[in-house]
């Protein structure tokens, strides 16, 4: 009979369907877990550039130190 084949057809494109949103879940599954790598590259990177400004700093401070103590002693005698 002719329903016999609708319901079967049927029933085959729901499997498909849900098959498709279970690719569909893991697709988003993995695009979450590359965001939070890639948030957690993100905060690493900050973190980088906190500690080179200060190394920056640091270095900064040492030149004012190195030039104050060249200044302090231009002209005296060794």
């Known amino acids: 009979m002719p ?4 319901l079967t057809h049927n029933a085959s494109v729901l499997t498909f369907n ?3 949103l279970t690719f ?3 697709v988003l599954t993995f695009n979450a877990s ?5 948030a957690s590259v993100l905060t690493f990177n900050a973190s980088v550039l906190t500690f080179n400004a ?3 700093t640091f270095n900064a401070s040492v030149l004012t130190h190195n030039a104050g103590t060249l200044l302090s ?6």
């Open 3 to 6: 329903w016999r084949c609708v």
């Open 18 to 20: 849900a098959s498709v």
């Open 24 to 26: 569909n879940a893991s």
């Open 34 to 38: 590359v965001l939070t790598f890639n």
């Open 54 to 56: 200060s190394v920056l």
């Open 73 to 78: 002693t231009a002209g005296k005698p060794s």
